[in-house]
């Protein structure tokens, strides 16, 4: 069973977002961007690109709320939407609201939020949606 598997049991805590029969999508604890989501499937698969193809073709239409409620929740450009797969063998897609290119890379430092902070981003996203 995977961290994101444990996390959809509720085997461990989350800042969930939106959940339906297919996916979760929840806040990353540790972003790179105020606001910063995950989206998952609810099926485990490693590669985002050995999903089946009804899941990959439900996927950008479940996170497409969340990315507008990112948007209308944090002062941003635009919210993309990049796949890695390198940190958990579980398919997942990151939601990030971003102003340029940099904000992209995974590899800057992580924003450290305090948990109230974490749950009034979560709240203010599921507000928007």
Known sequence: MTLFSKIIAGEIPSYKLAENEKFFAFLDI????????LVIPKIEVDKIFDVPNEYLTD??????PI???????????????????LEVPHAHVHLIPTDRTSDLNLQNPKLKISAEE?????EKIIAAL
């Open 30 to 37: 540790y972003p790179v961007r105020k606001g910063h989501a």
């Open 59 to 64: 996927l950008l239409v479940f996170a497409k």
């Open 67 to 85: 990315a507008k409620a990112i948007e209308k929740t944090f002062s941003c450009n635009r919210v993309n939407i990049i796949t890695v797969g």
């Open 118 to 122: 974490m749950k009034a981003i979560q």
